[in-house]
């Protein structure tokens, strides 16, 4: 057992120093060696990016600055924590909204205060054998290769260790990621024949989501709601499947009745100030940023998009004046953002054209078009374009608003979410735009263009392919899927023909414009794999 602990690299984070110090000599005489400390949330989120620690042991009350919540947030978003790191909660607090907070972020386990020597150690070796095994599979999903790391859960489970659930539930999430839903299904309904899990019940939901089957979704996040009251996970899929199935004003309830179950979650007040503005409820989008500001300070979720929601929130409620002192915020707030201009000066510009300032709207309006172009490709490009497209309709220019929509349906073709957000920014703004011609058009036009793409690439006919996929990718910068296809013929190009240094150029420049766009898509390791490959034996050569 003392080797167990010795070989493990422990954070304490806790902001009184006797917790800290009694918390060490607990561990020190359970053998372990390596312990660092913090005493407060962001000095423990600069150690967790130098390091990556096997054990946090995190107080929630951390005093002023972030909180144990926080932490832990931040550390799942930034991937500080490996998959076999171990994560627990120490708390003297027991508040419903505490404990439903922290659990969405799913911490391994929790301590209440006082807890005893042998408690601590009882929990950890659970958790060290429920993670045990784990690091091959983190070290392929690291490299973003889904299927190096389900091969290795499958090792895994063909054991059939005690530990045989947490494997299927992360052999399941990583399936549904890489979007291969058939062994994503298995792996679930093979822990439902056991035993009915909600987490397995919601994973089948997701899948039927992603299918785009949303009426038996809906109905399989219902029926969890039903069962487990407190689940909140079910409740924000449903609130997204009833968004997809265009039912807003549902929508709005079921985040409203989330929000009420688990009020901590920034992410979820931002969606129902956002879902409620849309639906013309100003009063509840303006309790709900009101509420997602307050708390957002030192969150990794801290964003300019939520002090514009609540200026255009207090706007639409008849408060311009309000609305006005909270767009002068933003950049005190977020003095270094880059995205705070764009959102205080979209802001500014729906506000003052409600004032009938048309002067001091249009002004606003061309500093919003500035920073946008500045902006350029970024990780929230799509949401950039929705927010100038929202106020380009807001002041009449319906022209612009349409043509940015467009754009946005090509870059987003297989998006749910995003078409579902441009639909209904169609309905709120009664923007003369029919979005939802415009996406089943855009889609067979960009479908059409990536399959005729792959038969190319299929058939050896990788001049045809780079030409139809490179002029797609430049007339579609944002479209994840073009880009990566043309990056793979062109790779697949020179591994035929050999290695053109301008084409090694174009290939990065298509690789690092998804990586900007999105840095988890797993679709990356494949096309980075062939990449270092090829460049690999052009440095033999």
């Avoid at 954070?11 to 009694?22: E, K, T």
Wanted: hydrophobic share 45%.
């Amino acid at each position: 057992m003392v080797d167990l602990f010795a070989a493990k690299h422990f954070l304490i984070v806790d902001d009184f120093a006797d917790m800290r110090a009694a918390l060490k000599r607990i561990l020190n005489s359970l053998g372990a060696v390596h312990i660092d400390q913090a005493r407060h949330g962001s000095e423990a989120i600069a150690k967790m990016q130098t390091r990556p620690y096997d054990v946090v042991l995190c107080d929630y009350n951390l005093g002023p600055g972030k909180d144990g919540q926080q932490v832990l947030e931040e550390a799942r978003v930034r991937q500080l924590l490996k998959v076999d790191s171990i994560f627990i909660m120490i708390t003297a607090e027991n508040s419903r909204e505490m404990v439903m907070g922290a659990v969405e972020y799913a911490p391994d386990s929790y301590l209440s205060k006082p807890f005893t020597k042998e408690l601590l150690q009882t929990r950890l070796i659970k958790l060290f054998e429920r993670k045990a095994n784990l690091r091959k599979v983190n070290q392929a999903l690291l490299a973003k290769d889904p299927v190096a790391a389900i091969r290795e859960l499958d090792t895994l489970i063909a054991a059939h260790p005690p530990n045989l659930g947490e494997l299927l539930k992360l052999k399941s999430e990583i399936c549904i990621d890489a979007n291969r839903l058939d062994e994503a299904q298995g792996a679930l309904e093979q822990v439902l024949a056991m035993r009915e899990m909600p987490w397995a019940r919601l994973g089948l939901g997701k899948i039927q989501f992603k299918r785009k089957q949303f009426t038996q979704a809906a109905e399989t996040f219902r029926q969890l709601i039903e069962q487990e009251r407190n689940f909140v996970a079910a409740y924000d899929w449903l609130a997204k499947t009833q968004m997809a199935q265009r039912q807003y004003a549902e929508a709005e309830e079921t985040l409203k009745l989330a929000a009420r179950l688990s009020p901590r979650n920034i992410q979820r007040q931002g969606l129902l100030g956002e879902t409620a503005l849309a639906n013309h409820h100003p009063e509840t989008a303006e309790a709900a940023y009101e509420h997602a500001v307050a708390m957002a300070k030192h969150s990794v979720f801290n964003h300019p998009v939520l002090f514009a929601g609540l200026a255009k929130s207090k706007a639409a409620a008849g408060k311009p004046n309000e609305a006005l002192k909270v767009v002068e915020q933003i950049p005190k707030a977020f003095p270094d953002h880059p995205e705070s201009r764009l959102y205080q000066a979209a802001a500014t510009a729906i506000i003052k054209n409600r004032l009938g300032d048309q002067t001091g709207a249009q002004a606003a309006l061309a500093e919003a078009e500035h920073a946008l172009a500045n902006l350029n490709e970024t990780a929230h490009a799509s949401k950039h374009a929705l927010e100038m497209a929202r106020t380009y309709a807001e002041l009449g220019q319906e022209d612009k608003a349409a043509r940015l929509l467009r754009q946005a349906i090509a870059n987003n073709h297989d998006d749910e979410e995003i078409l579902t957000q441009i639909v209904h920014l169609c309905q709120e703004s009664r923007l003369n735009y029919d979005a939802e011609s415009a996406i089943r058009e855009v889609q067979g036009d960009v479908v059409r263009t990536n399959n005729e793409g792959v038969r190319l690439i299929k058939q050896g006919e990788f001049e045809a392919a780079i030409r139809l996929l490179t002029q797609a990718a430049e007339e579609m910068p944002g479209n994840k899927t073009i880009n990566l296809n043309a990056a793979k013929a062109l790779l697949m190009y020179m591994e035929h023909r050999g290695v053109v240094s301008d084409l090694l150029d174009q290939v990065r420049r298509y690789i690092d414009r998804v990586q900007t766009l999105a840095p988890e898509d797993w679709r990356l390791g494949e096309v980075n794999q062939r990449l270092r490959k090829l460049t690999q034996t052009q440095t033999d050569g």
